[in-house]
């Protein structure tokens, strides 16, 4: 998750609660709802049913629908053909096996542009706009930048502020990029301000637009423990054992201390720099005892 202070709140891409499959991000959660639908018009929509028209058995689907087992991608296309999907459903539920089984976060990131694409026709222009906001790790930067500091003119000025620097042409890009979203505000004197309000990411499938925003601030955190004096900046781990429900508990404790970060922060007169605080809190062995996979 990731929660960008004063920044208005734009629709993300989660798996849908019902709608169409342009409306998903993970095809098992779409058949099991489709499924649900037929199953109810017709009794005779059964796994075995579909086990037949598509060629496999039911225990396999079954396996699939409860994220068991993996669909094979070339079973994908007679899958959307049973379910009643038209060709350019076909199309965007084949791509969508392929993403949700892809090895690595590259494979992942081209597959999801190519369903933003497909879902071009379907969703507002701002949801894919939303996603290349979290490419770059500037865009909130600089947004943020605004915030404390109003920007100049001159965009080589603003974006040599930023630590490190952009240049003038990513901070036009950016300035741009802001404009279109409604993240900040063209002021007549030719300075931008920030739009006062808030957004987070959200949880869950939406948070797959922004690995890259993600992996590019690991890459920042890295450079600073060379570039930053340690008065500036507050390094620390822990390594410890604990137990799934710990380990719900400690998400818990995140949360809540990043929603008392911005409270403490939304209290400040005056801003002079920009933030970014990293939370990290991930297993480094595989879960022992009942139940382990």
């Not at 890009?173 to 505000?185: M, N, P, S, Y």
């Not at 007549?188 to 939406?206: F, H, K, N, V």
Request: hydrophobic share 40%; aromatic share 8%; glycine share 8%.
């Amino acid at each position: 998750m990731c929660l960008i202070r004063s920044m208005p709140y734009i629709r993300g891409m989660g798996e849908a609660k019902g709608g169409t499959i342009f409306d998903c991000l993970d095809y098992r959660e779409f058949l099991r709802q489709r499924y649900q639908t037929f199953k109810r018009k017709s009794p005779a929509f059964s796994y075995r049913y579909i086990a037949g028209k598509v060629g496999m058995d039911a225990g396999s689907l079954n396996g699939i629908l409860k994220g068991k087992r993996k669909l094979d991608p070339a079973l994908a296309g007679k899958v959307a053909q049973v379910f009643g999907l038209n060709i350019y459903e076909k199309g965007y539920f084949e791509a969508l096996v392929l993403y949700c089984q892809a090895k690595n976060h590259s494979e992942r990131t081209i597959l999801l542009e190519k369903l933003l694409r497909l879902r071009g026709i379907q969703i507002k222009k701002l949801e894919g706009r939303q996603f290349e906001f979290y490419r770059k790790w500037y865009y909130s930067a600089l947004r943020e930048l605004l915030s404390c500091h109003p920007g100049p003119c001159d965009a080589s000025a603003l974006g040599k502020l930023l630590r490190p620097p952009i240049s003038a042409q990513e901070t036009r890009e950016a300035l741009r990029l802001l404009l279109d979203l409604g993240l900040i505000e063209a002021k007549g004197d030719g300075t931008y301000q920030a739009s006062e309000s808030l957004i987070t990411s959200g949880e869950g499938a939406r948070a797959a637009a922004m690995n890259d925003f993600h992996l590019a601030m690991a890459g920042l955190a890295a450079q600073a423990i060379h570039d930053i004096d340690p008065g500036e900046r507050d390094f620390s781990a822990l390594t410890l054992n604990c137990s799934p429900e710990a380990l719900q508990d400690v998400k818990g404790i995140l949360s809540q201390a990043r929603r008392e970060i911005l409270q403490r922060v939304e209290k400040d007169v005056r801003s002079e720099i920009v933030l970014q605080i990293n939370f990290q809190a991930f297993p480094l062995s595989r879960r022992l005892g009942p139940g382990a996979k």
